[in-house]
């Protein structure tokens, strides 16, 4: 790899570096049609959650939602980076976005001619993660061809800002949607605010995979992908610690039982465990315009990721309502702060005819290692105690990391001028 310039981030600089935005019109629409696209793909999420509990009444229906996503991200996932490194991005881009554009019309259609069929809702589910494994993969795959080296810390706290508003956003609005004019209004919107991300696509350039640094033509393997990853201990450290803090450190299953039994609250509570994370996710992308001095990302992935597990196991500890949503926040920032370096090494350190297989081992990551988690301090919860679960884990996360960075000490030298897998 070509060696990078130094970032040039104005030492007094706090708010979000906006630099990729003013620079690029491409990365601009990009970035403003994921934005109002993520919104409308909060709004529906919560749209079919409520309209498969309104058709069944079961909580259980409701939880075979996430399962209906979560096998086509894991096995799509792998594929959709396959297919980001044989073919233009471009048009797999717009291709999978129109797909996701059809199911929100499709949704439209099924709720205005009164099919009450909870299968039908489910099968919607699997193939908007269908589209979003193939759509994810070619869109990540982009960036670092759309903007120079030293301006990816700032996209990627900029796209995380995009999430996180969809997240907190979007069920807020798709919530009182639903309650003023039922589900067909908010399908509506969200098949509307695709627009913005159909058009950005439209205009981007051609982005065939760059096949100079790689391994020659031909159809991308998924097995090459990960063979790549195997013989390199950096990339492989960004997932591992991952892992670490959403496997072993994850808590949000526990939220609804934690309201009722440490703060005495109730549904409301639980919300604002919830919501906590999120906030300080997105207080952590707002407030990153710092991140670009940092050049040792996998020292700063290592810290980000310890303070995590931290804040988790300190959270597990309090029985003030206000003091547990602080450390949840804090454990928020901390995870967008890691999550913008990990994406910044696998965006600069990955040839450009492998970025779509990474990208797509890190979606395989991100939707299956928090589940795990789910399930992990679920049993310990239930075995033992949910402070056992919430500590323990914040703690093992801590212990973890620190043990890896210790078997794997390059980590901790990896340089942003000199990018190395």
């Known amino acids: 790899m070509t060696e990078t310039t130094e970032p040039a981030v104005p030492r007094g600089r706090i708010l979000a570096d906006l630099t990729p935005l003013r620079t690029s019109p491409d990365y601009r629409r990009l970035w403003f049609g994921n934005t109002v696209s993520w919104v409308g793909q909060g709004m529906t999420a919560l749209a079919v959650s409520l309209q498969v509990y309104d058709l069944t009444g079961s909580a259980f229906s409701v939880g075979l939602i996430g399962f209906c996503s979560l096998v086509p991200l894991v096995v799509f996932g792998l594929y959709g980076g396959a297919v980001a490194d044989t073919f233009d991005r471009r048009k797999l881009g717009l291709l999978s976005a129109s797909g996701s554009f059809a199911l929100s019309v499709g949704l439209v259609v099924i709720t205005v001619a009164?099919?009450?069929?909870?299968?039908?809702?489910?099968?919607?589910?699997?193939?908007?993660?269908?589209?979003?494994?193939?759509?994810?993969?070619?869109?990540?795959?982009m960036i670092a061809r759309l903007l120079p080296a030293e301006q990816l810390p700032a996209a990627n706290?900029?796209?995380?800002?995009?999430?996180?508003?969809?997240?907190?956003?979007?069920?807020?609005?798709?919530?009182?949607?639903?309650?003023?004019?039922?589900?067909?209004?908010?399908?509506?919107?969200?098949?509307?605010?695709?627009?913005?991300?159909?058009?950005?696509?439209?205009?981007?350039?051609?982005?065939?995979?760059?096949?100079?640094?790689?391994?020659?033509?031909?159809?991308?393997?998924?097995?090459?992908?990960?063979?790549?990853?195997?013989?390199r201990p950096n990339l492989r450290m960004t997932f591992f610690t991952d892992l670490c803090a959403?496997?072993?450190?994850?808590?949000?299953?526990?939220?609804?039982?934690?309201?009722?039994?440490?703060?005495?609250?109730?549904?409301?509570?639980?919300?604002?465990?919830?919501?906590?994370?999120?906030?300080?996710?997105?207080?952590?992308?707002?407030?990153?315009?710092?991140?670009?001095?940092?050049?040792?990302?996998?020292?700063a992935v290592v810290i980000s990721v310890a303070c995590w597990g931290g804040a988790v196991?300190?959270?597990?500890?309090?029985?003030?309502?206000?003091?547990?949503?602080?450390?949840?926040?804090?454990?928020?920032?901390?995870?967008?702060i890691s999550m913008v370096f990990r994406n910044t090494m696998l965006q600069a350190a990955v040839p450009d005819d492998m970025r779509g297989r990474l990208q797509g081992v890190f979606i395989v990551v991100v939707a299956g290692g928090p589940r795990l988690g789910d399930f992990l301090a679920g049993s310990v919860a239930d075995l033992a105690s949910p402070e056992l679960a919430v500590v323990g884990g914040g703690v093992a996360c801590v212990i973890a990391v620190a043990l890896l960075a210790l078997r794997w000490r390059g980590f901790l030298r990896y340089d942003a001028k000199n990018p190395c897998p």
């Not at 991308?220 to 990960?226: F, I, K, P, T, Y």
């Open 246 to 299: 959403m496997v072993l450190a994850q808590p949000r299953a526990l939220f609804p039982v934690v309201a009722v039994v440490w703060y005495g609250g109730d549904a409301k509570t639980t919300g604002l465990l919830v919501a906590a994370p999120a906030m300080g996710a997105l207080l952590g992308g707002v407030f990153s315009g710092w991140l670009g001095r940092i050049r040792r990302h996998g020292l």
């Open 114 to 141: 009164g099919i009450d069929q909870v299968g039908l809702l489910y099968a919607v589910v699997a193939l908007q993660a269908v589209c979003f494994a193939l759509n994810s993969p070619a869109r990540s795959s």
């Open 313 to 336: 196991a300190v959270f597990g500890l309090t029985r003030q309502l206000w003091l547990g949503l602080l450390f949840l926040a804090l454990a928020g920032c901390a995870d967008t």
């Open 157 to 231: 706290a900029l796209n995380s800002m995009t999430s996180t508003t969809g997240a907190l956003v979007g069920p807020m609005i798709g919530g009182l949607l639903v309650g003023w004019w039922g589900y067909r209004a908010a399908y509506t919107i969200d098949a509307a605010t695709f627009s913005a991300s159909l058009y950005a696509m439209w205009r981007l350039p051609s982005m065939l995979p760059d096949r100079s640094e790689g391994s020659g033509g031909g159809r991308a393997s998924v097995m090459d992908g990960l063979r790549f990853l195997g013989t």
